[in-house]
């Protein structure tokens, strides 16, 4: 069974950074698509950033140049390194893997872990 644990959540001031780290279990990680989403109260869910097998990265354009996703094989493990943190990124986030070749992986989830930027 594959399992999705997301760490690294928590509370930020505006202007800070945060790393999410996902570590995924029970599946063959280098055969995985991975993603990160994020879902706003009464929102649904969306596509922060992915990352293929190949380790090409994706992002939405809200998050262009102060996101950035990475993957360690080794470690079986995503990391979504967030910077320049506003307000606005304050939601909960989730990580999701794919065994196949997306942008949008989905087929398993993490339970996510709340992130809250403010002064």
């Known amino acids: 069974q594959v399992q999705l644990v997301e760490s690294g959540g928590g509370s930020v001031q505006p202007g800070g950074s945060l790393r999410l780290s996902c570590v995924v279990s029970?599946?063959?990680?280098?055969?995985?698509?991975m993603g990160w989403y994020r879902q706003f109260p009464e929102k649904e869910r969306e596509l922060v950033a992915s990352i293929s097998m190949s380790a090409y990265p994706y992002y939405t354009d809200s998050v262009k140049g102060r996101f950035s996703i990475s993957r360690d094989n080794d470690k079986n493990t995503v990391y979504l390194q967030m910077s320049s943190l506003k307000p606005e990124n304050t939601a909960v986030y989730y990580c999701a893997g794919a065994p196949k070749s997306t942008y949008q992986p989905g087929e398993y989830w993490g339970r996510g872990t709340q992130i809250t930027v403010s002064p």
């Open positions: 029970g599946g063959t990680f280098e055969n995985y698509a």
